[in-house]
């Protein structure tokens, strides 16, 4: 009979357990499932690879072309990413054996939304100099790009999550999700792509990377509380 | 055992214009095993899931050891466990991985116990097989190890002997009426004959509909 | 409910459906006259006495349906999202209608000032579009938006589906402001401000004053389509309450 | 009055038809939040009240 | 016990039927779940407002981009759309049903990549005009934009079905469906995108319209086969 | 009934190195009704999606009508119905939109006969409802109404009581029975205790597993 008693333990270490337990999940499902993983850097590549084919080859007008096209294709590649981020948590009902949990929430959310940056934000940032490269980006844009896309896609996979556990499990208007975030992403694209225009063209670029950071700042503050809420709200009909 | 576990006054859900129960009022006291039954359709899982609190689409009152269980969720949570049509099992994992996340995401599960009970639903030498490559059965065997884990007093299970072979059946009933006479609760439904020789009441949501539709 | 207390007793009579039902039944017929005096007074003052301007000519006249349509576009999103907060903390039935009816009045503003615009735009500027500050943020809120109606509409059950638009609007009132100077700037940024929206002379009395009486005019008509719209919403949510079956039967 | 004639109103010094199109289709979007909510009221209440005499009629 | 005997009927009227079933089937899932419908084209728009945000809003560089730009977004929007064309069928089992049907394989398939085409492809080919006008693509570009994308697509869809049905089922390993596909898409882009360029700068363009028309009938001769035949092979394992 | 419909010989299948049966052989004549038993895991679904022709990762032979299946596939594809694990219903569309699909997939459905097929399974007044709103056994019902459609002789069914009620089942094991004695075959699998009085035969494949491991 002992066993049943209401036991409330301090939750500190359970936690950090569950922070970490969640990331591994994460980063174990994606290495099986390797799609999630490698799709965003294929789209990114092909964006690269189409540019030239589709638009002009020509390495002048390509540079120009670089900081935006550069921006874009990473911001497009998290926002196709995110769709998945509740997705197959819903269909096979791990999400409502989440809600459930007694542990808060926003941890779990916040380890899901950090692990799928990592495989997606961060993957695409060191995997941007490449992209540079074949859009004959000048070398000086280089470091802009890397510390923009690194300072940027934290942002777009937060938002994101927003949008993902907003539209988790509706059965009718699917994937509005790009209808809902995108409005909500245009600052950062705006800030990064400027970010590496003034580093291209040697100007100061400490207040973008600054603007940048604060944009993360406040989404990893509400973010985690808003993607919470959508969900339980979501599930709850 | 005078207050009960968890008490239901009054409840009542409809869902497109359909009335599924209203003024369903229950208690299930520690110790007990209730068996909600009814046709395909009348409502049993929508009540488990208001039950559990995953669904708040429903009007009454729900107490949990007396308490409103809105203003005692986290409590709540950590005294329940829910076993639902879906069974959370993912599938390029492997049984081990799987458990190993559920035992992360309710704090009072250890780790440890995971081989054992995988070696209890019969999963001994599938610990490394992804889910996928496992039958239906063996899936459902996955999540319903969970049982073994669980030190949660009240347990909500929705037609937890889906694909799950005659000797399984037998195992889990088992299993149920020892979770019973240790104190702990059991709501569930299930299409099947029940053969447990215990405490079981049953709840027939056929009678509660249309009562004031 | 420990907030009960310090809350007004208006705050919670709004928020019976029954009463509001009542009161915006009684409110709409004045916002409706004064929504047509001042709407027919300021077109007519709009289009035939005020005076040309003498750069644009009369072109210009566009500003009196443009400027209004542009600020009640944004002040309906801030209903809105308002409504939402208030919808989501005190779980007010009321909040999660205003904001679901005030979705499609906003969008529709939100239209009628890039359509005026781009109209005007094209005497003005030679062009129907450009990638302007002002003008991407009115279609960027555009966005926003059909964001919020779209979900609403994805999602069928009711308090669910204005939950999560109230989320939704909340997200993005943070984000309005961001959106509005990051848009600003990046344009001044890329490219040297050839037309200036805000750098205008400044007007004349006769120029501003039948502005500002359609402006009023709009806030005065946009009271009166959302009452309408709420007032729908009310009885379909409430449809099988004593009172809505009564008030059916009256009719 | 800021014009002379009728057809100098019309014209609109040379800009009658951005002027025009502009107000159409101001008032087109007025009138739609006008009517719309009015059509969708009607069709609701006549709706309901079909369902509470059908409900009546049951019993 | 009459029922139960082997009968061999005449097939041809069953399989329009089954043509124009699975033609409408189509319809109603997008339309009823919308996201499949509004998804292409919620891209599209996005490519087309993300551009100028992210690149530079003058209208002249726009111009020269346009061409290439509505293309490579086109290409993108049909590439991504064309992943759930049978996954949605594998994952509750209609397409196992499918494959047992004694009908030809092949009807049903190039029913669902001509319903499929319908709502991308062509929709994609009605909007590119409000694009080509965002874009500030001069008013010459827009018959040839209009018809070099109305025969280019359906290759894009029926070749991207061939991809989707290799890669339906895969548990580890996912969507590859990109790279097997890309390499094929590349000759419709370039041919596309010359076929605009050569529109706007007032060049004929009749040579790379026959191109795109000869791919299409490839395509559509060779693809339905091929299509059927990945699919019973996916599924076999 | 001098020759068997279908005939299996020496069927051998095994998956990651795990035997699941091997020299199986087994004829259906037409009337039977064959229940394929075995504990979850067994092999039971394996064996079916073998015998339909979705899989062929085996060796052995199965005949139709005395000729290979393989050569008269388009055949053997119109005299038979499978009902798998999954329901093959999508949710978006209501139960009659689902079933007119079938009817257009197999020539020999008559589309007009959905209405009442619907009835027979219990879904009158759900006709219009997409099936995302539907419970899980209302969705299986769906598939099943199949049963009542279908003109085909050899029906291979698994699991088709799965969250079904018990008038559902029993209904169901009906309708297998009129099935036989109008000289259609059957193959099943189910976990359930079959309440058919009339030609069941039960294949066991727990013994056949492991004799060759
Ligand atoms: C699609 C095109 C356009 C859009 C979306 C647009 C949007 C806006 C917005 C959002 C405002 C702000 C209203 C406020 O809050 O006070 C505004 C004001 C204004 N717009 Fe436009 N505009 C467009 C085109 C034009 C054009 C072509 C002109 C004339 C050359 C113009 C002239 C003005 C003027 C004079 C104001 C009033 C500014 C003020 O009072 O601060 N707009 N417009
Ligand atoms: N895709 C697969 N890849 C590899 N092995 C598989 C695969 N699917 C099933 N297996 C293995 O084959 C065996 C038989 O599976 P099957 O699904 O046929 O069992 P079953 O008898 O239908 O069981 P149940 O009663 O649980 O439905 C299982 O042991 C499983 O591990
Ligand atoms: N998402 C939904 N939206 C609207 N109605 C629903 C939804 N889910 C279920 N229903 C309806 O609610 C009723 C009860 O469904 P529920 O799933 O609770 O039945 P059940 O008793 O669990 O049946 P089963 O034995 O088949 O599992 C059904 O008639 C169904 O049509
Ligand atoms: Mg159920
Ligand atoms: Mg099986």
Redesign the interface.
Known sequence: MKMYTNSRQNSSPGVTKLFMATCRREFLLSFRRKSDLVNPLIFFLMVATLFPLGVSPEPGFLAQLAPGVVWVAALLATLLSMDVLFRSDYEDGSLEQLLLSPQPLFIVVLAKVIAHWMMTGLALTLMAPLLGVMLFLPAEGMPGLMLSLLLGTPTLSLVGAIGAALTVGLKKGGVLISLLVLPLYIPVLIFGSSAVQAAVTGLPLGGYLALLGALLALALALAPLAISAALRISISS | MSEPLLSVQKLFCERDDRVLFSQLSFALAAGEIVQIEGQNGSGKTTLLRILSGLSRNYEGEILWRGEPVTEVREQFCRDMLYFGHQAGVKAVLTPEENLRWYAALSPAIDAAAIPEALEQVGLRGFEDVPCHSLSAGQNRRVSLARLYLSQAPLWILDEPFTAIDKRGVAAKEQLLLQHAQRGGSVILTTHHELGIHGPVRKINLDQLAGTSA | MAEKKWMPRWFYQLASPRWCYQFTGKLLPWFAVAAAVL?IGG?VWA??????DYQQ???F??IY??VP?AILAQSAYMLMAVAGAIG?IWKMKVADMVLKSAA??GA??A??AL??GA??G??TWG??????ARL?SM???F??Y??VM??N?????E??AA??SA??A???L??IP??KY??E???T???PATFKLTEKPAMPVEMWLPLLVMVIGFYC?FA??LM??L??EI??RE?RTGW??EL??K? | MSFNSFSEFLSMGGHGLYVWLSYGLGVAILAANLILPKLAGNQLLKEQKRRLRREEGVR
């Open positions: 709407l077109t289009l035939a006495f005020a005076p040309a000519g009369n072109s006249r566009i349906l443009h349509a989501l499609p009045i529709s503003m239209v009628l359509a005026t109209i005007w094209k005497p062009s129907w579009w450009v990638w302007d991407t279609l960027i809120l966005f926003l059909l964001g779209a979900l509409s994805a999602i069928e059950n308090s669910t939950q999560a989320v939704l909340l997200v993005g943070v984000n961001i959106i990051s848009v700037w990046w344009n940024l890329h490219q008509f009166v389509s309408q719209r007032r729908n009885i379909w449809r809505v079956r059916l039967n009719q």
